[in-house]
């Protein structure tokens, strides 16, 4: 940032006194008339601001100054005393320091319009927010209440402050306003009941009978005209530029701002009121019987009103200005009061009733204005007290005004010369002694415990037996007359004795800013300020609950007889403490300077301005900050705060603070006439160098503001990339997921899309098929319909045909017939009843042929031969086809309860059948009986079992034959076993195989055609079973082995069929010769059985017995 020196360049005269050259009185006050002239009525000494009154507004307390100001360093803008207020504001605020500004000046120089000013910049730059403004507000709105009741017009300022006010305006740590605590001293209440030529009472009396409505004064009791009023002074009553009515409303407003109530607001008005009331009550003398005149009231309407006003009982109060009670030892004594007395009661009262109503008005600000937290807090304290006054006529009031100014200027004094002398000294500091005035002496000749004045009016106030003013007087007089700022006519110091502007009842006091004559007249009543307590217990009394707060003492319970302090007492130690408050804290100077007694603008007075420079020591105080260093401050603060300035000493410096400094001033190459080392603190000689030094430090605090930016916004962008990855890795990871799902639907359902589209072409695909083989299906089935509809319609055609031509022919007979029955019988029928009669009895005769077959059904049995008979001749052809279905159906029955076995039997059967039947007389018997095979039971009977391990083969047959010998005809018994393979012969007896012949050798069979079971089997020729010839043998079951053999030779693939020869003679060969068999019948005459003989050596001739 560009530093700005308007302090230094482009200034009219000079912004700083102490850069004035060359230093003289006139070339101060040339300065400040220069100055002042173009409406610079700030000018510097230091940091003290010397403010001028304008005595007209200035265009230089805008919200634009006030952002100019802010922030700004003291001396980088033309004076000001926004930048005084900005200085002890941010010191307060950054370097946690109690802060008071002090305005002193004479009275009309503008303290209270610069306290102001401080005011309203503070609240201009500190905190905002609803709370804060509201604190700022009320604190604001306490200056036109507080104006309102102790303000009023003087000779020398139209809104000269009649009381001392000191403002503490409490911050937090940030620097917003808290609150606040006000601090009235000693009002000029004398002015409530008699007020100076050209000079008016309190702003309030006025504001309120102008600014009042109609209501409101009839409420009150008042009128609108002053005239009507004793305490009202009418010469000034109208003050130029002063507008009361409105006044008063913005009064108002403030207190119901500020937090007053209604009533409050009513109550205060009332008393006002009732001050004015009381002034207007008069007194007359009435004589009593001892001759004394007592005071009685003149006209009681003012009173009555007053009483009604104050809810008091108007009879108490009237005695109350009648009669004194004073109680001593226990007894009260009654006296009574004369005229003066009563009117003296009058007016103190008013004065009583109004000062405290101010000091009420003051604690019920407070109440509302303090700070609402316990919490630490700091403080800037605003003092703005009446200045010093110089009257024709000065009495007990200016006296203290002028002792509380003298402290101010005291400490004025004691804080910027003798303090910065006295630093110089202790510090080590070369220093050229300055010549000041101090004004302590002053000081203790008014505040002395033992002889100061003040102490001396106590005294005497206390002092038992006649105490008046001159009295006062003569006791000053003998006192103080060797004084060097006290002036008496009666001093001892003759040098006053022709001194005629001392009058006798005067003494005269140099103040540090002039010489002041005070008469003593009321010294001593105004420092009693009693009141009669019969008055202030008549207030008590008052059925008003302000008035009885505000006279306590009147309580007859709390009956008090010690004196209360007197008011120089209590404004001593008021101002005491004051002091040793304001010692506390960080004092900022303003120094207010009047340019002319005419309350003019643009014009400047000098002698007026050169005394006040004078008095108030502003060239001494130029002189001490030239000849000294502008600034100065303790080593370790100064590191502390400058050390960023230096490397080596930045960030810490390890070492004793002072060589820091001096490593940092020399690092900075600070000329060496700049500054000076103290022993705890360096020196700034010019205000140029430590505004240097601050604007290095802003520029080092912003780059390390950025460097602490930079770190910061590092690692807070480190922590919330950090937060963002991991946030970026749940959220990926959830986003995948989310996708992955997303695509697994996406996919998954394309895959059902796809598989459904596939099943659909699959299913259609084999629905086509299916629809096809279906069509073909129908289409053979139709085909076939069709063709089976052409066969049975061709059939039907037939049939049809056959049946018209039946029928053709049936109808023809029966018409025939019918013709010849109704020629026959047309005598006997009528014509329809006949073929009735006809149809009703072929229907009942085939019902009744089909039920009667029904019961008489045969039995299941295929060979059973019976058949019902036919009971009609013209259902014969239906009655030879049911037999026929019947027998075919029953036979099917039969086959279907077949087993295997028994089918393999009855094929036997079947095959003996073929083989036998109708050629051998032998088949008929064998047909009932079963075909055994194993008649032997040759596996079970032990007696064949050599014979049965001798065979390989299953046997399917065995049995007991007869081997026909050739030589007689006879049979021996042999056992015949017939497998799949061979036939065996062995011995009926031993078991022992004769011959076992294999059946391929075996080329045919011959037998009879007779009953007998002779049969011979013949073998192949060459064969080497047929060595012994062919066998010739019998037996009862030759129908069963002569079938089983055929069998087995129909089944066998190697063989040729089995030749069955059924003749009555055969040929059979034995060894080398054939022998015939003939077979003959013989009658049963010669016996039943079959006999064999041999007739020759070639014929064997087999006698069969015929069946009978
Ligand atoms: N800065 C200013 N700008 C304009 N007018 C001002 C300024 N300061 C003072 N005045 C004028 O001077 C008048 C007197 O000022 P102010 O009341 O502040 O004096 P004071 O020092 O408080 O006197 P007293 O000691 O009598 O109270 C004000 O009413 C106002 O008209
Ligand atoms: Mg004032």
Redesign the pocket.
Known sequence: MEVKTSLLDNMIGVGDMVLLEPLSEDSFLDNLKKRFDHSE?YTYIGSVVI?M??????PIYTPEKVEEYRNRNFYELSPHIYALADEAYRSLRDQDKDQCILIT??????????SK?VMSYVAAVCGKGHEVNKVKEQLLQSNPVLEAFG?AK?V??????RFGKYMDIEFDFKGDPLGGVISNYLLEKSRVVKQPRGERNFHVFYQLLSGASDDTLRKLKLDRDFSKYNYLSLDSAAVNGLDDAANFRTVRNAMQIVGFMEDEVQSVLELVAAVLKLGNIEFKPESRCNGTDESRVKDKNDLKEMCELLGIEQSVLERAFSYRTVEAKMEKVSTTLNVAQAYYARDALAKNLYSRLFSWLVTRINESIQAQTKARHKVMGVL?I??FEIFEDNSFEQFIINYCNEKLQQIFIELTLREEQEEYVREGIEWTNIEYFNNAIICDLIENNQNGILAMLDEECLRPGTVTDETFLDKLNTICADHQHFESRLNKNSKFLNDHSLPHNCFRIQHYAGKVLYRVEGFVDKNNDLLYRDLSQAMYKANHSLIKQLFPEGNPAKVNLKRPPTAGFQFRASVGTLMRNLQTKNPNYIR?IKPNDK?ASHIFTDSLVCHQVRYLGLMENVRVRRAGYAFRQPYEPCLERYKMLCKRTWPHWKGPAREGVEVLMADLQIPAEEIAYGRSKIFIRNPRTLFFLEEKRKQCLQDLATLIQKIYRGWKCRTHFLLMKKSQIVVAAWYRRYAQQKKYRNIKSATTVVQSYTRGWQARKLLRELKYQKRCEEAVTTIAAFWHGTQARRELRRLKEEARRKHAVALIWAYWQGLKVRREYRKFFRANAGKKIYDFTIQRIIQKYFLGLKSNMPSMSPIDKKWPARPYGFLDGVHTELRKIFHHWRCKKYRDQFTEEKKAVYEEKLEASEIFKGKKALYPSSVSQPFKGDYLEISKNPKYQKLNSAVDEKVLLADVVNKINRANGKGTPRIFLLTKKNFVLADQKTGQVKASIPLPDVTSVSVSTQKDGFFALKLKEGSASAVKGDFLLSSEHLIEIITKLHRIGATAADREKLKVDISDEFLVQFKQDKVCVKFIQSSPKNGNSVSCKRKNNRLLEVSVPTSP
């Open positions: 009525i403010s009154n304008p005595y007209r507004s200035l000046g004479e009275s009309g120089a503008g303290k209270t319009e610069a000013l303000n003087t020398r300022n139209d809104n000269s402050s703005d009446y200045g207010c309350k």
